[in-house]
């Protein structure tokens, strides 16, 4: 018998829609607030620094939005797959 494991795709697939929404905000709440308190700790100090940290900002703002975009998209195909289970069983 072959084991089977599921990615944590499937597994968000599968969730209800509020794991995904609190997914997204749990890591909205790093990306914007626990990852910029990790790089100032860490600074390195000089001329280099304010670009390393306007770098970053521009970063962070793809990275939020990337990842907010396929959290959407777990969204819906969450509420397609309840949708189409919820319809089978009727």
Known sequence: MEC?????A???????????????VIGNLLIWVVIPEYIEVSRLGGNIDGVLICRYSAAQ?????IFNLAMVV???F???NNL???KNEN
């Not at 089977?4 to 944590?8: A, C, K, M, P, V």
């Not at 703002?61 to 939005?65: A, D, I, L, W």
């Open 4 to 8: 089977q494991t599921n990615s944590f």
């Open 10 to 24: 499937d597994e968000l697939i599968t969730t209800p829609w509020w794991v995904i929404v609190a997914v997204c």
């Open 61 to 65: 703002t793809t990275v939020s939005k």
């Open 74 to 76: 777990f969204f819906i």
């Open 78 to 80: 969450s509420r397609f």
């Open 84 to 86: 189409l289970l919820h």
